[in-house]
């Protein structure tokens, strides 16, 4: 059974720092893309960030130089490290998962975390 469990969320003032982990459990690791999509309230879910295997990323424009996905394949844990945060970037961020290669669409991801909350004052 595949498990994928969020941690970090929180409160954090305009211009913090929150370091998101996704623990994984149940799937092999290092086959699979990692991915954060994130869906604030009364809004669609989006593409925040993906990372293949290999350790190619791909960032939404809005996230550049601001946020940096890495993961750790021996722990099977994803991270995710976001610097001068805004409010708007306050949302419910989830961790995915797709086996190969995949990019930014949810669609092509199979497992996904519960998520967790961040929330940016100002």
């Known amino acids: 059974q595949v498990q994928l469990v969020e941690s970090g969320g929180g409160l954090v003032q305009t211009g913090g720092s929150l370091r998101l982990s996704c623990a994984n459990s149940?799937?092999?690791?290092?086959?699979?893309?990692m991915a954060w999509f994130r869906q604030a309230l009364g809004k669609e879910r989006e593409f925040v960030v993906s990372?293949?295997?290999?350790?190619?990323?791909n960032y939404a424009n809005s996230v550049k130089g601001r946020f940096a996905i890495s993961r750790d394949n021996n722990k099977n844990t994803v991270y995710l490290q976001m610097n001068s945060l805004k409010a708007e970037n306050t949302a419910a961020y989830y961790c995915?998962?797709?086996?190969?290669?995949?990019?930014?669409?949810?669609?092509?991801?199979?497992?996904w975390g519960q998520g967790t909350q961040v929330t940016v004052s100002t």
């Open positions: 995915a998962a797709a086996i190969g290669l995949a990019g930014c669409n949810s669609r092509a991801y199979a497992y």
């Open positions: 149940g799937l092999t690791f290092s086959a699979y893309t």
């Open positions: 990372s293949w295997s290999d350790g190619n990323t």
